[in-house]
């Protein structure tokens, strides 16, 4: 979003008061979004805890010593040339809401790629940056991240990997340095920090890795770990801490950044 800047305050001919200039418009080309399912929810796609709760979803991923961002997508039976025509109408409905750009955080497939592709030359509606499920990334060789990456065109980008250490707040599955007040559960820890650091690194290297969710207990750990597996490029999160609040938790943590 730009916007012209304030007018300066001038001074009165008069009695050399200060008094503010005339006023001015102010241009805004458009917002930028930095996390969204828009692509997923233009495709149609379920979400991974449909016909259960998020809670229970996420428990049975951690029984199966998985991330949420490891388990894959349903197959879709539609033609490629379709779903291109609703990952556009998607973003044709994002920008008439005024966004110029969105992020897809967590895509679980290469066939959006494919098919925001197959529109060609088409100018998007708007910009798009996209984030890998760390499952998916972790499944592709490296060259062909590497050419993924590479060949997006000038109206997508394929920014890095989205990795899970914990889980959510509202459905109290957020990993926590004490138990809930509301109920006897200090959340869901989906990896520790060592295991997260191990399967960031390869990513990290080549400055794939740009954001994860870091859960609350492991961060000090975690946060040295990134630092050197980034060549100490991580931004570091905010200090846990655990609150008398039955809702507390701790901010994400963001890894490095270009």
């Known amino acids: ?61 951690r029984r199966d010593g998985a991330t949420p ?13 379709e779903r291109a025509r609703r990952l556009y109408q998607g973003l044709a409905i994002a920008a008439a809401g005024g966004l110029v750009e969105v992020t897809e955080m967590g895509m679980r497939h290469w066939w959006y790629l494919d098919a925001l592709a197959s529109l060609g030359e088409t100018p998007l509606p708007a910009r798009v940056r996209i984030y890998l499920a760390s499952g998916l ?35 109290r599955t957020c990993a926590m340095w004490r138990k809930f007040d509301d109920e006897d559960s200090d959340g869901i820890l989906f990896q520790d920090s060592s295991t997260l650091a191990r399967r960031i690194g390869p990513f990290a290297a080549t400055g794939s890795c ?12 975690t946060r040295s770990r990134f630092a050197a597996a980034s060549q100490r490029r991580s931004a ?3 200090a846990p801490r655990a609150s008398r609040r039955p809702a507390a938790r ?3 943590c963001h890894s490095p950044r270009p």
Do not use: N
């Open 210 to 221: 740009r954001r994860t969710r870091c859960g609350c207990r492991p961060s000090t750990s």
């Open 137 to 171: 990334a972790e499944q592709s060789v490296s060259a062909e991240f590497g050419a993924r990456r590479a060949d997006c065109g000038p109206w997508v980008r394929l920014e890095g990997v989205k990795f899970y250490a914990d889980g959510w707040l509202g459905p």
């Open 250 to 252: 701790r901010w994400p």
């Open 69 to 81: 961002m490891d388990v894959p997508e349903p197959a879709i039976g539609e033609s490629l040339q």
């Open 236 to 238: 570091k999160p905010h």
């Open 1 to 61: 979003m730009s916007a012209a800047p304030p007018a300066p305050a001038q001074a009165s001919g008069h009695d050399g008061g200060v008094e503010p200039a005339a006023d001015r418009r102010v241009a805004i080309s458009g917002f930028v979004d930095h996390h969204t399912h828009l692509l997923a929810a233009a495709a149609g796609t379920p979400f991974p805890w449909q016909g259960t709760t998020v809670r229970a979803f996420h428990e049975q991923v």
